[in-house]
């Protein structure tokens, strides 16, 4: 997860974040590089640059280019340490380190060579350590459970790794909650209990609503067009996190 922090000399890094939410993970490599050149000493500038590795790392594996795809995990991997190096107390580095760590893992997995599993298991249980230390900092994210249950699946743990993906699904689904909490708290009206519920009412206008809960909260109309489809105006439902559909009217979302 790509993260800035507030003060004077994040506004350098949050133009250069553009490139990498625009998944130009190349370009963002580059920006990220002229601002260590300015401060050598920037938390935030490691981590986001040790994010677009991993994520072009992972382009590279879908390409079948596995050796450039370990480098680039590994580089990731030192950068984020970098960061948790500077700032220690930065949940997302973790999470993102151990990203970095089971990408490199799964990448070195070859069936039948027992060196290779060995590997890929320290590289899974190195995972695992980041997520839980992800976690230890903030309770509540959802991402970092999510992770650690897929790491947990590979390593066979399947009963933990249920405890901590129905955790993740209970977060997000707080997460939605907390939204509409928000909607109400911050219209101008909101002394008004009767033009808050107004407000509220008006995310919901629409045939279903669909939300999504990926680190941050997105919300949108949308409208069945088969049994399990949606057609919806949320674009931000491929990034991680499970999407949520709630009918008009309806309290429950699934």
Known sequence: MAATKTGPRCSVLQFREKKLDAKDYAGAIVDFDKVIEIDTEHPDAYNNRGLAELRLGESETASGNAKKAQRL????????TRSIQIDSEDADAYNNRGLAKFSLGKSKSTRGKVKKVKKTQRFYEAAIADYTQAIKMNPKYAEAYKNQAKVKCKLGDIESARDDAEKAQRLYHDGITDY???????????????????ASEKVKDSTVRVMSWAGGFYSGSGFFVKEDKVATNVHVVAQSGPVFVKLKGSVSAY
């Open 180 to 198: 509409d909490k928000y909607i109400q708290l911050n219209n101008p009206e909101d002394v008004n209990e009767s033009a808050a519920d107004l």
């Open 73 to 80: 995990y590994k580089t990731a991997i030192e950068d984020i």
